[in-house]
């Protein structure tokens, strides 16, 4: 993968990678990809580079703040904290990059923040051509805790951190940012399905039988909740990440779907 440039927003600075499309898919709708809750740019591995080998299309992809070598993050997030990335940090990025018209492109929160961006019907700062969402969450399962809570107690007994430290700059505000508040009892009733009505764009969706963090469940929340096309990939011998655990298939169905947009 090429080597992030720092874009300024608001917040302070992002990492970000910008793969330019092919001369054959100059017109058609980039792909931004948003990370899960401990991800960041290299932490999609070679993934990026898989989708813009094989659609040719403008790949963005980006470390939100607090993560990777973006802006450090150290104050305690809000359970509305991917609302507030969906509704005001993503719209700031894609302006800045000078991107109206995309194809969202997220796993675990990220996925969730895809879902939330394509959903606001009030004022939508974010209008995608598509969304695919791997590993989406749209309600908090107790499988979920069950995760997270095996995650906390990897960092205080394993080198979790030390490893994280090799992606992140602040490896221990990066994970005990997002642990503490999927931990906090507020955020069990955090809930996005209400969005999911207004979304106005083809959606894909893709999930492991084997997903540590979540049941096919939310699955069947987003195709119940989504009035539009909803394609659903179910994967055998896979867990949280798809796109890491079953490269070839997640590949296919992300190009097949992408070969179905206006």
């Not at 509305?80 to 929160?109: I, K, N």
């Not at 539009?228 to 796109?243: I, Y």
């Amino acid at each position: 993968m090429a080597e992030p440039v720092e874009v300024e927003l608001a917040d302070g600075v992002v990492e970000v990678v910008d793969l330019p499309a092919s001369a054959g898919a100059a017109d058609r709708a980039p792909l931004v990809l948003l990370h899960e809750g401990l991800g960041s740019i290299r932490l999609w591995r070679g993934f990026p580079d898989v989708l813009h080998a094989a659609t040719g299309r403008r790949t963005v992809v980006w470390s939100r703040h607090g993560y990777g070598q973006s802006a450090v993050v150290t104050e305690p997030r809000a359970v509305t904290y991917m609302h507030r990335e969906a509704d005001r940090v993503l719209p700031e990025l894609l302006h800045a990059l000078d991107l109206p018209s995309v194809v969202l492109v997220g796993h675990s929160d990220g996925a969730s923040i895809a879902l939330l961006a394509a959903g606001r019907a009030d004022a939508p700062t974010v209008d995608p051509v598509g969304v695919v969402g791997l590993a989406p969450h749209v309600i908090v399962e107790d499988q979920s805790i069950s995760g997270i809570e095996a995650a906390r107690t990897a960092a205080q007994e394993t080198e979790l951190l030390a490893r994280m430290a090799r992606h992140h700059r602040d490896a221990a505000a990066t994970f005990w940012g997002w642990n503490r508040i999927w931990l906090d009892p507020a955020f069990r009733d955090w809930d996005i399905t209400e969005r999911l009505p207004a979304i106005a764009c083809p959606v894909l969706v893709v999930q492991g039988h084997d997903d540590q963090y979540g049941t096919m469940r939310q699955l069947d929340l987003v195709e119940a909740g989504v009035p539009g096309p909803v394609t659903r990939v179910e994967l055998d011998d896979c867990g949280h990440a798809p796109h890491l655990d079953r490269t070839d298939a997640t590949r296919g169905a992300v190009v097949s779907f992408l070969a179905e947009l206006p």
